[in-house]
């Protein structure tokens, strides 16, 4: 496999695939063989890629007959559902093995009755998983022989199987020996029980490893091949729960799943498949649930499995801790519960811990902590099993267990809001199967201290002490469950756990990422008011608008616009405000933008003579000259000049053109449009005046042009025509109302 991103390119080693062609039967039956190898010591466990197909006819099974010799470990791995695992390096079986043989006291025979079918069984397939740590015993070697329900005791041939893979490297080796007919017809008909005899062919080096058997077939009538699951089941309302059940017979079979509840039997409407699910559980679903099946040849049902549905606990502190919980059927069985898994969403999924504490491995040795995280099936081992299932990790507050780990969320720079944490846990039996611990977490501002977010403490009901599996979901009862979060930790040893240690498979945490803090942000002063903008953050629900007085802060929060910008009202002119900015979703608030400040002013003139603290009293009169230079205030605020500085240009210039007219020039700010203004001529001092208002629209002349220049000073020209007078006189004027 070949795997690349922005920084290069990885390639996996090569694995090399051998396909051969189909053997040729012997006595219509065609033995069909596979094998898989693992890598040695760079992965000490291997499992191969196959699935262990579902509906055997000995599915969880016991032998009816078990034949001499020692077989190592339970016989009940054998069909189990599942392949198991190989460890390199051991010389040994593994607890998902049994060793057969026919020398040094291995287990020699091992034979299944099929089930109470009055008719039998017609078998279809056969298939038996085998394997080795190496290439010393990983050969497949013995004979089948059945049996008819017309005469039980009396078994007859039906196929020797010799497999021996190449395995040059001696490393972990997995096989697979599947038996099917060559022809329409069925391997056997009316079977009631086979038999396994692996003294014949001999085994190498006296004996091999197995792992699974499982035997594919139907009866004529229906024929319950696996009672119904989970046994039991407990959720809250709102919760999900799906029912299953294994029943073989001649097609067409027809299904109907019952509900029972206060002794009476009813039909589930529309519930006409092998699989129940019910969704938006209520208090009314608690009842007990079985799969009615029949044909032409009779009627069969499943196992009844209870369900209770609970309320929703009350929050506590604004987390709700729902639980639910499922048992399998105990004895030879593995247990899968029903509910919905897929953490691939989670913000933890795959992430070794940040640090964790104690050995998680007593269950299954060479387990880590990083299967919390790997999202790994949920199956339970046989109650009769030696451990629970590889993906499970012992977790407590005794003998030595995992006692905490913590998560570093991905790098976000405003953290993460916490939506939901689930926690899947389980046992073999009812010995382990509690969950209980403390979760806390810290925010981006203070990685390192933790606040605890919640407790858990549930013990399933499990008097039957079969296979149990729990799920623990924290959610808010309103928003989230917190913000602007850095990381999340687990703490097994408070409360105490039940037998000092108990069974955990997955921990799954979900969010959102805070937004980041906005950008740009400015500020424009108005008559006691300042206009904010700023640039949209990516993920922003709405923004906090902090103002202060003094720079730095701190800040008060005055408003919380959706939007970009914001008008600051009702403030005092003359005041210097500072603002920030945040971003807000329901993961947390972002940091503050930069800070921008602003001062309000009055408008117009008097936002002028706020550039010029300088001027007091009397000297901030629109008539006042106070630099002497002959301008007076208002003249120097229409024109842009300063008060302050007699050396300015002059406001106002005057020539006279080619033919006579004296031409005026002057700029008039934007600011100065509020007000009236106006040119006034006369031919002497004493008048009369004729005044010429200059209007805010850009005019054409002559004699009145006015060039709009946008936000710069517009160009005011006017032309006097000189008519024969010997001389003109000129003067601008602004009205600026007095402010008391």
């Not at 199987?161 to 060559?182: F, I």
């Amino acid at each position: 496999m070949q795997a690349s991103n922005i920084f290069g390119i990885s390639v996996s080693g090569a694995s090399p695939l051998t396909v051969s062609g189909v053997p040729a039967p012997v006595a219509n039956v065609i033995t069909s063989y596979a094998a898989q190898t693992g890598l040695g010591n760079a992965s000490g466990n291997f499992s191969p890629t196959w699935t262990v197909a579902p509906g055997s006819l000995i599915a969880g099974k016991t032998p009816s007959t078990v034949g001499s010799g020692n077989f190592e470990q339970s016989i009940a791995v054998l069909t189990d559902g599942v392949f198991g695992r190989l460890t390199y390096g051991t010389g040994a079986p593994t607890v998902t093995q049994v060793t057969c043989g026919n020398a040094y006291g291995a287990g020699q025979s091992i034979t299944y009755t099929l089930g109470a079918s009055a008719n039998g069984y017609t078998l279809s397939k056969i298939v038996v998983y085998g394997g080795w740590c190496d290439a010393g015993r990983d050969q497949q070697a013995y004979t089948v022989y059945y049996s008819t329900v017309a005469n039980p005791t009396a078994f007859t041939l039906l196929a020797s199987v010799n497999y021996n893979p190449a395995n040059p490297n001696a490393v972990q080796s997995a096989t697979r020996a599947t038996l099917s007919s060559s022809t329409a017809d069925p391997l056997a008909s009316n079977v009631a029980a086979l038999k396994f005899d692996f003294t014949t062919p001999t085994s190498e080096n006296g004996y091999c490893g197995y792992s699974e058997i499982a035997v594919y077939g139907t009866s004529l009538e229906p024929a319950i091949t696996m009672n119904t699951l989970p046994a039991t089941a407990a959720d809250v309302v709102g919760g999900q729960v799906t029912f299953t059940a294994g029943i073989t017979g001649t097609a067409p079979l027809s299904y109907q799943w019952r509900k029972v509840r206060n002794g009476v039997t009813s039909n589930v409407a529309g519930a006409t498949n092998a699989t129940l699910t019910l969704t938006n559980l209520q208090a009314a679903d608690t009842a007990s649930y079985q799969l009615q099946a029949s044909n032409a040849y009779g009627v069969a049902v499943s196992s009844p499995s209870t369900l209770k549905v609970n309320s929703v606990p009350a929050a506590v502190n604004n987390v709700v801790a729902s639980m639910a919980a499922q048992t399998g059927l105990g004895g030879y069985t593995n247990f899968l519960p029903s509910w919905p898994f897929d953490t691939r969403n989670s913000l933890i999924a795959g992430m070794e811990p940040t640090s964790s504490a104690g050995d998680f491995s007593l269950n299954t040795a060479g387990a880590t902590v990083n299967s919390l995280t790997a999202g790994d099936s949920l199956t339970i081992s046989p109650t009769s099993g030696g451990d629970s299932g590889p993906n499970y990790l012992s977790c407590g507050n005794a003998y030595g267990s995992g006692s905490s780990v913590v998560y570093t969320l991905p790098v976000s720079a405003s953290g993460y809001g916490l939506t939901n944490i689930t926690v899947y846990g389980g046992w073999r039996d009812a010995g382990r199967d509690q969950q209980a611990y403390t979760v806390s977490y810290s925010k981006v501002a203070t990685p390192t201290t933790f606040v605890t977010l919640g407790t858990v403490n549930y013990n399933p009901v499990n008097p039957a002490a079969v296979q149990s599996a729990t799920r623990a979901t924290l959610t808010p009862a309103n928003g989230v469950l917190a913000t602007n979060v850095a990381a999340v930790k687990f703490d097994f040893t408070t409360p105490a756990s039940e037998n000092g240690w108990v069974g955990y498979s997955e921990i799954a945490v979900y969010g959102m990422p805070a937004p980041v803090a906005p950008t740009g942000l400015t500020a424009t002063a108005g008559d006691t008011q300042v206009s904010l903008s700023w640039t949209a953050a990516s993920g922003a629900a709405s923004y906090n608008v902090k103002r202060a007085t003094v720079s730095g802060g701190p800040y008060t929060t005055v408003a919380s616009p959706s939007g970009t910008s914001y008008p600051n009202t009702g403030l005092t002119n003359g005041t210097i405000y500072y603002y920030v900015v945040s971003a807000v979703n329901a993961g947390g608030e972002s940091g503050s933008s930069g800070q921008v400040s602003a001062t309000p002013v009055l408008p117009g003139y008097q936002a002028w003579l706020a550039a010029y603290p300088a001027l007091t009293g009397a000297d901030r009169a629109p008539d006042a000259d106070p630099d002497r230079d002959g301008v007076p205030n208002g003249i120097e605020f229409l024109t842009g000049t300063s008060p302050v500085d007699p050396s300015g240009p002059a406001p106002m210039t005057a020539a006279v053109d080619v033919a006579g007219n004296m031409v005026l020039h002057f700029k008039r700010v934007d600011a100065a449009k509020a007000y009236t203004v106006a040119i006034e001529t006369s031919p002497n001092l004493w008048g009369p005046w004729t005044s010429f208002v200059v209007t805010n629209d850009a005019i054409i002349g002559p004699p009145l042009t006015i060039v709009a220049n946008g936000a710069a000073a517009d160009d005011i020209t006017l032309t006097m025509p000189s008519a024969g007078v010997p001389r003109k006189f000129a003067r601008l004027r602004i009205t600026i109302p007095v402010i008391p």
